[in-house]
């Protein structure tokens, strides 16, 4: 009989162990065996035009196996765990093992060597034990507003809990097994005028929903949707620009994901830090050590900051891509860290990091603005020019115009065209650090790859001179 | 008495068992391999490639900081693998073989470690055939370039593809350009093929290009082709140049004098031809040597033995010396193996060299081995180590893995680091590199007769068995003068 946590959301540790046992106590004697039992339970609610449209306590529970036979290999998957299931499994694993042709190359080792989620600090029990009915709670405080105001809201409030067990018995006799889990909690709140004239958009995500209020992320959006009631049309151009730390983070994950020291030392000339090729040195020059943005940002990487770190892996440790500026320290991989630098201590990025801020609060940015515009998000961000980062999108739920250190009017939404290059190169100031919603949170049973799905991002609000918009578009 | 008897037939099971012995039950069942329950050729072949992996993980050197890509890439087969592969081959016809292409690469490996050289010829040639039937055009290419000489196949289309477009006869005025090095292409083709009259019809037809000035030496295209013309006489000539180098080193230098004038205008100096130069005396920090051991009957038998040894004069003086140059790196699979730049080359491999040395070992056990080598702060993708340690690491795979019957000589390399953050690493060249400064020392084998004079030194990208031809017979023309002597 198999346990499951309280009301059987997740399996257990000892749970997913006696599954282990038992499948591998149907394992044939020869070859390789990769078992991976993941369980997942996920509570979430989704409404629309101010009426749920769903409610989801969904959980979940694979088995998968990979059996490895010669140089050929098979895999089976079932969402049952019972002893017939589990039988099944292994044997169709082992049959597609021993029928397939050899044309699989046994020459990689299994991607056990990447797990790093094991003592992964991402587990909360608040957002563990936040149910589903707390959840419909807010959503119907929420709507009942809306509809009150007068205004439509949609959205979605979320928590996920989940956990696996990795098995890997590998072909020099090593056998390994993982445990991990892991929390997630999400919230996104639009609240549009029913008339199509105004959008207000606030969202957060966190490991521990502690960390935020629904309410008030509710209200924010309230807020903004009622601020950019009526928005009037405004001549494309450069502008002083604020950015809330949602806007920040899409163009900073930009510039984060090329500080890459691999493709441009290895001559990839096209890459954005990718600066020269030195004849008298025979090597490809990156950008490492060149002032990139302005003197005040720093970048960085830390596995132990809660916000942003989510593991303890022994590889992993701080990496300041972005110290006063200047490009510090980029991803490279261990092969490049070898030989290149004879040193064994890569700096392993991950996508989540954190900016620091300045102390420079909103109302002092707007009250120092003689003409400009507040934008809450740049959305639809796709790269134009890799060698600059020029990147292009659009603005959406909230642009507003300021004039004399006021907020005067809503503005229609622009299409923008700017490269982080350029804007954080042109900062006025820096305000306080957020974290900010994250729109690929992770969801679904673990994978092994768990980490790189992960984007936790904090960053602060930035005014920045000369933010270009390129056109104006008529959609709310 | 049931239950006695189910506690009995329980215990006779765990006894017979490995799995009651403590073993884990998954533990790598592949590491004994029994070959009697293999049943098809593939999967001893797929065995063979299991044990060479695993003897590669257990190898402590890099086992704790290489990435698991570049541990694999880099491996070297284990002496328990080569058994088994020779298992494998006396159940193989190699002429019908079928099997994945990895997997023949290994067992041509393999074939090449255990001197096997003409069954591994008749693999490449079974490889080519499966990749032409299959119409895998780019696996022609990439596996007989692992296995084979890498010109090969290229040529061997290429002298279909060219004779053809001879044949078409078209007006000398348009294809002039091409012309020169369409015959060359067709003469190096044809001695690929043994086909020599062709060879030698195509050399008297350049030679009748030039010298009645039908081809445009200014064109810098020509230029080229003239100096691959100048490649290929050389060979189809080799046997008359073998005369001149009986006598002496300065006589074979002349020889190819004559034969640059018959080519072109220009001074033979601009060929930079090494022949005839005296080779400065090697500078090594680190000395090893693997010396063969010498049988009951007085004959040397390949083997390894690796000592440290103290510094030597290299080229030994009155000797016939080869110096096989290794500082580029050398890999299994034929790209390089400890340094971070031969990865990305296709230079001739350790596994070619080390069989083509041993062969000459052999047939001239008089011949003084010298190789180079140098470091580079990191061995085989591993954790970083200090050049005594690289030097051991370096001595062992050169002189013990692959037997070489040879001193070591490596130099270590000194560097510098790119200044700031770059920090990364800036070899400076070795001694051995500023005193062969005319010759690649990336890979490749000089030869240096008893005065200190060299009268080879490579001429192709990667040791042809063509090189190595010209090399036994430049050995054997050098040794019967000193028998006459």
Redo the contacts between chains.
């Keep these: 009989m198999i346990e499951w946590d309280n009301d059987n959301r997740i399996l257990s540790e000892s749970s997913a162990q006696k599954v282990l046992d038992e499948a591998?106590s149907y394992?044939g004697?020869?070859?390789?065996?990769k078992i991976v039992i993941s369980s997942w339970w996920g509570g979430g609610q989704r409404w629309a035009r101010n009426a749920p449209t769903m409610t989801a306590d969904q959980r979940e529970v694979t088995f998968k196996v990979e059996r490895g036979i010669?140089?050929s290999r098979g895999q089976a998957e079932t969402n049952q765990i019972d002893s017939v299931s589990i039988k099944g499994a292994m044997e169709v694993a082992e049959r597609y093992a021993l029928s397939r042709?050899?044309?699989n190359?046994?020459?990689?080792?299994t991607d056990i060597?990447h797990w790093d989620f094991e003592g992964s600090n991402v587990w909360s029990d608040v957002t563990y034990n936040r149910l589903v009915t707390e959840n419909a709670k807010s959503v119907n405080d929420i709507t009942h507003k809306s509809i009150e105001d007068n205004l439509v809201s949609a959205g979605y409030i979320g928590n996920t809990a989940s956990t696996a067990l990795v098995y890997n018995?590998?072909?020099?006799?090593r056998?390994t097994t993982k445990w991990g889990r892991v929390t997630s909690g999400s919230c996104s709140v639009t609240v549009r005028h029913p008339k199509g004239v105004g959008s207000g958009w606030a969202g957060q995500s966190s490991y521990d929903i502690a960390r935020w209020d629904v309410e008030k992320v509710a209200d924010l959006a309230y807020e903004k949707c009622k601020l950019s009631l009526n928005p009037v049309r405004l001549e494309p151009g450069r502008y002083t620009t604020i950015l809330e730390p949602q806007a920040v983070a899409t163009l900073m994950s930009f510039l984060v994901g090329a500080l890459n020291r691999v493709p441009p030392?290895s001559g990839r000339a096209s890459n954005p830090i990718y600066q020269i090729f030195d004849s008298g040195?025979r090597?490809h020059?990156?950008k490492?050590?060149v002032k990139l943005v302005d003197s005040r940002l720093n970048v960085y990487h830390d596995p132990q900051d809660p916000l942003v770190g989510t593991h303890r892996s022994s590889l992993i440790r701080k990496v300041n891509m972005i110290t006063q500026g200047?490009?510090?320290?980029g991803y490279n991989?261990?092969?490049h860290e070898?030989?290149?630098?004879?040193?064994?201590n890569p700096a392993i990025v991950r996508r989540s990091y954190r900016v620091d801020g300045g102390e420079t609060s909103v109302d002092e940015m707007i009250k120092s603005t003689r003409r400009g515009l507040i934008v809450a998000k740049l959305d639809q961000a796709m790269p134009v020019d890799d060698a600059s980062i020029l990147l292009t999108g659009v603005t959406r739920d909230g642009l507003w115009l300021i004039e004399n250190g006021t907020v005067t009017k809503s503005i229609r939404n622009f299409r923008w065209i700017e490269s982080p290059l350029f804007v954080f190169n042109n900062i006025e100031q820096i305000g306080f650090t957020e974290p900010v919603f994250n729109q690929t949170w992770f969801r679904g049973p673990l994978t092994i790859n768990f980490h790189d799905s992960l984007k936790n991002v904090v960053v602060p609000t930035m005014k920045v001179r000369d933010f270009q918009f390129s056109s104006m578009i008529d959609a709310i | 008495m049931k239950i006695i008897t189910f506690c009995f037939l329980i215990f006779l099971s765990c006894a017979l068992s490995s799995v009651c012995e403590g073993q884990t039950k998954f533990q790598a069942p592949d590491t004994i391999p029994n070959y009697a329950s293999y049943k098809y050729v593939n999967e001893c072949l797929v065995a063979v490639r299991r044990l060479y992996s695993q003897a590669d993980l257990k190898d402590s050197i890099w086992k704790d900081t290489a990435s698991p890509e570049n541990r694999l890439d880099q491996r070297p087969i284990s002496p328990e693998a080569i058994k088994h592969g020779r298992t494998c081959l006396q159940s193989l016809n190699l002429d019908t073989v079928r099997a994945a292409k990895r997997e023949l690469e290994i067992l041509g490996l393999i074939l090449l470690l255990v001197d096997r050289d003409e069954d591994f010829l008749k693999l490449s040639k079974r490889m080519l055939d499966l990749a032409a039937n299959e119409r895998e055009w780019s696996d022609i290419y990439n596996t007989t370039s692992q296995l084979l000489s890498s010109a090969r196949p290229t040529r061997l289309t290429g002298l279909k593809q060219w004779m053809e477009v001879s044949r078409l006869n078209e007006p000398a005025a348009s294809i002039q350009a091409r012309r020169l090095g369409m015959k060359v292409q067709i003469g190096l083709a044809a001695l690929d093929l043994g086909e020599i009259e062709t060879a030698k019809q195509m050399v008297g037809d350049i030679f009748k290009e030039i010298q009645g000035n039908v081809v445009d030496l200014k064109s810098s295209e020509n230029r080229y082709y003239l100096n691959e013309g100048y490649a290929l006489a050389y060979e189809v000539m080799f046997d008359e140049g073998m005369d001149s180098l009986k006598v002496s080193t300065e006589a074979y230098k002349q020889y190819l004098r004559n034969l640059w004038d018959r080519f072109s205008d220009a001074p033979f100096e601009e060929t930079q031809e090494v022949t005839g130069l005296i080779s400065p005396v090697l500078v090594g920090k680190y000395w090893y040597k693997n010396d063969w051991p010498v049988d009951s009957n007085g004959q040397i038998q390949p083997g390894s033995v690796v000592t440290k040894s103290n510094p030597e004069v290299r080229p030994v003086p009155g000797k016939i010396n080869v110096l096989v140059f290794l500082g580029g790196g050398c890999h299994p699979y034929g790209q390089g193996l400890p340094t971070q730049y031969a990865r990305y080359s296709s230079s001739a491999s350790c596994w070619r060299i080390s069989a083509i040395v041993k062969r000459l070992k052999k047939e001239f056990p008089n011949l003084q081995v010298t190789v180079l080598t140098k470091t580079f702060g990191t061995f085989g993708g591993g954790k970083p180590v200090d050049p005594e340690e690289e030097a051991v690491l370096l001595s062992n795979y050169i002189l013990g893995f692959f037997s070489m019957p040879a001193v070591q000589a490596i130099s270590e390399t000194e560097f510098f680091r790119l200044p700031g953050l770059d920090r990364r690493r800036v070899d400076l060249d070795v001694q051995y590199e500023e005193d062969f400064q005319n010759i690649r020392t990336s890979t490749g084998i000089i030869l240096i007769d008893e005065k200190g004079k060299i009268f080879h030194s490579f001429i192709h990208n990667s040791l042809k068995s063509r090189e190595e031809l010209m090399i036994r017979k430049k050995l054997s023309a050098v040794f019967s003068r000193l028998a006459q002597n």
């Design positions: 591998l394992a004697k020869r070859g390789t065996v010669g140089s042709s050899e044309n190359p046994l020459d990689k080792e060597a018995c590998d072909d020099w006799g056998n030392e040195l090597r020059i990156s490492i050590g200047i490009f510090t320290e991989s261990i092969p070898i030989n290149e630098l004879n040193s064994n």
